[in-house]
């Protein structure tokens, strides 16, 4: 009887396993529990099973992040496998990591996340996508692509409707306007500038000031003080969002301007939204931002529930708010 050598008894067990790829030679999860072809990495899926989601959001002192949990809550409340546990950061990226390495260590199903800032909060992402937890990534974008989908508006295109709205509409004989920017590292505050740019292309529009205002009404109005007082000649304001629009136009009665033309973005069809100011003429325009609340629970039912494969990118759609539709689209977007 001859004897094998331990490298002759490796060789045969590697070609048992190339004959039996798909049954014996596999870990015991991949044999019983195999995914469908495109699932996502999920640990577990199915609809009889029960999951936990943690929702990372940015800040909630915006009334649009305010919305957006709003949103997801009703559309979870909705789905009975499903559990959400919420975190606010207040705007501080390592409060942020934090919280979404907590829900990590909870063994959460899925991470939702609307990212404070993008390079900060790309690293905690990414592990959470590495460990084979699906991650949707909301409005605000992370560095890379180590996440399982992305839901938001095009900024860049929001931007540049409202540049060409400014050089068509506002003020089509050009002049000086001021813009005031929202959370400098954060991905919507330069899209929605570089579309402004490039909107206002070829028109004679000067923008002699640019502030930021960190989404906030309080740092906007803050802002727009200082700019109308170095810059009183100023024909107009572009606002990164309704809260610092807002904010702008106390500051433009402070200072004797109450008709200065002012837009926003967001569009929140809520009372103290921008809708409502487009209304009554605090705003000259916005632009609809939708949340992706919804969204985000209907993606996370199609990965959960149906152990289905979420689109890469999911972009949702935008409309200018003046105060020839506001109210018709307020109400469309609240009936019961």
């Known amino acids: 009887m001859t004897t094998k050598s331990a490298g002759q008894i490796w060789a045969a067990a590697l070609a048992a396993c190339a004959l039996l ?14 995914k469908p072809s495109g699932a996502p990495t999920a640990a577990k899926c199915g609809a009889d099973g029960k999951y936990t989601i943690g929702m990372s959001q940015a800040n909630v002192a915006e009334p649009y992040r305010q919305r957006m949990d709003d949103d997801i809550r009703k559309a979870a409340a909705a789905v009975p496998q499903f559990t959400v546990n919420f ?15 907590t829900f990590l260590a909870q063994r959460i199903d899925l991470l939702i996340i609307s990212p404070n800032e993008a390079t900060p909060l790309t690293a905690p992402v990414k592990r959470a996508f590495d460990r084979g937890i699906p991650v949707l990534v909301l409005d ?15 900024n860049v295109e929001i931007g540049r409707q409202a540049g060409q709205y400014f050089a068509t509409t506002l003020l089509p004989n050009g002049g000086k306007i001021a813009v005031l920017r929202g959370l400098a590292g954060s991905t919507p505050a330069k899209e929605r500038l570089d579309g402004f740019n490039d909107g206002m292309k070829g028109s004679n529009i000067q923008v ?49 301007k109450p008709d200065l033309p002012i837009t926003g973005i ?20 916005t632009w609809m931002y939708p949340t992706g609340g919804k969204e985000a629970i209907d993606t996370a ?18 409309r200018l708010i003046t105060k020839d539709n506001a109210d018709q689209v307020y109400a469309e977007l609240n009936k019961s």
């Open 140 to 154: 605000r974008k992370v560095d890379g692509d180590a996440y399982t989908s992305f839901i938001g508006a095009d």
């Open 87 to 101: 975190a606010d950061a207040a705007q501080d990226n390592s409060k942020q990591v934090e919280q979404v390495d």
């Open 21 to 34: 790829a798909l049954s014996a030679c596999g870990t015991t999860s991949e044999n019983t529990q195999p």
């Open 301 to 318: 039912k199609q990965i959960l529930l149906d152990c289905q494969q979420a689109p890469k990118s999911q972009t949702l759609p935008t």
């Open 208 to 256: 002699v000031a640019t502030a930021d205002g960190d989404w906030l009404r309080d740092k906007g109005q803050q802002q727009a003080d200082a700019v109308l007082k170095a810059h009183p000649d100023i024909q107009a304001i572009y606002a990164e969002n309704d809260p610092m629009a807002e904010g702008a136009r106390i500051a433009a009665q402070n200072a004797g």
């Open 266 to 285: 967001d569009a929140l069809p809520i009372e103290s939204g921008g809708m409502k100011a487009v209304s009554a003429g605090r705003l000259s325009a």
